[in-house]
């Protein structure tokens, strides 16, 4: 079993700044990759940021450059540094992680959700 806990999110005027983070807890044996994706009103849900065990990233064209991804491994820990925040920006920001378990077996997280709004 295993929780992915969100905190960090908020409201924010254009051009401000945002930190999110994202704890894994429970029982597992390692994480591969962690990252985040995000949903806006009436849009599908997209990646924002991932980044690998051996710390490669990917970013979506729309935040390379504002947001960085970072993780701390011996914390289970995902952070995503959101600068110069737009009304663009606005969505409920999910954190995701690759799991395995103490057994071998691989499988997807996801955290609850968490609200980032950026007024103009």
């Known amino acids: 079993q295993v929780r992915l806990g969100e905190s960090g999110g908020g409201l924010v005027q254009a051009g401000g700044s945002l930190r999110l983070s994202c704890a894994a807890s429970?029982?597992?044996?390692?994480?591969?990759?962690m990252g985040w994706y995000r949903q806006a009103p009436g849009k599908q849900r997209e990646l924002v940021a991932i980044?690998?065990?051996?710390?490669?990233?990917n970013y979506a064209d729309s935040v390379k450059g504002r947001f960085t991804v970072s993780r701390d491994k011996g914390k289970s820990t995902v952070y995503l540094e959101m600068n110069s925040l737009q009304p663009e920006d606005t969505a409920v920001y999910y954190c995701?992680?690759?799991?395995?378990?103490?057994?071998?077996?691989?499988?997807?997280?996801w955290g609850q959700g968490n609200q980032v709004t950026v007024s103009a």
């Open positions: 980044i690998a065990d051996g710390a490669n990233t």
């Open positions: 429970g029982s597992f044996g390692s994480i591969d990759f």
């Open positions: 995701t992680a690759n799991v395995i378990d103490v057994g071998g077996t691989r499988r997807n997280y």
